[in-house]
């Protein structure tokens, strides 16, 4: 059986790898195999941080709630029992916008909330 080389099918490969790490510093973007463990370090982060981003956002909403939730004299999770106890079906996502873009609607589902509770 003959040897079969793979010059063609490496060079095209050394290029993909050469072409992702544009931008990089120092060797990791001239030494193929640095450049190698750089491009896949970073595509764990990335996945990783894709994630986490979802969580951050969540607990900054939370915060915001809280403080608003706090000025109108009740605690947050008073106000997310109540939420559900009112049947009012917005999400911390909405809410909060709320909190800071229109405070008086927010103060019409404090009271709603304070009712139900």
């Given amino acids: 059986m003959p040897r079969v080389r ?5 060079h095209r490969r050394k290029v993909a790898v050469r072409k992702a790490v544009k931008g990089y510093r ?3 973007r001239t030494n193929y195999r640095l450049a ?3 491009i ?3 595509g ?3 996945r990783r941080d894709r994630r986490q981003r979802k ?4 607990a900054l909403w939370i915060i915001r ?3 608003a939730c706090r000025a109108r004299e009740m605690s947050y999770s008073v106000f997310i029992c109540g939420l559900k106890k009112a049947g ?3 999400n911390r996502k909405v809410l909060s916008e709320l909190a800071i873009s229109d405070p008086e609607a927010f103060d019409e589902v404090a009271a709603a909330v304070k009712a139900a509770a």
């Fill in 6 to 10: 793979s010059g063609a099918a490496r």
């Fill in 40 to 42: 896949t370090r970073s």
């Fill in 36 to 38: 190698k463990e750089a």
């Fill in 44 to 46: 764990v982060f990335a």
């Fill in 26 to 28: 120092t060797t990791r």
């Fill in 65 to 67: 709630l809280s403080a």
């Fill in 55 to 58: 969580r951050k956002f969540r």
């Fill in 88 to 90: 009012i079906e917005l």
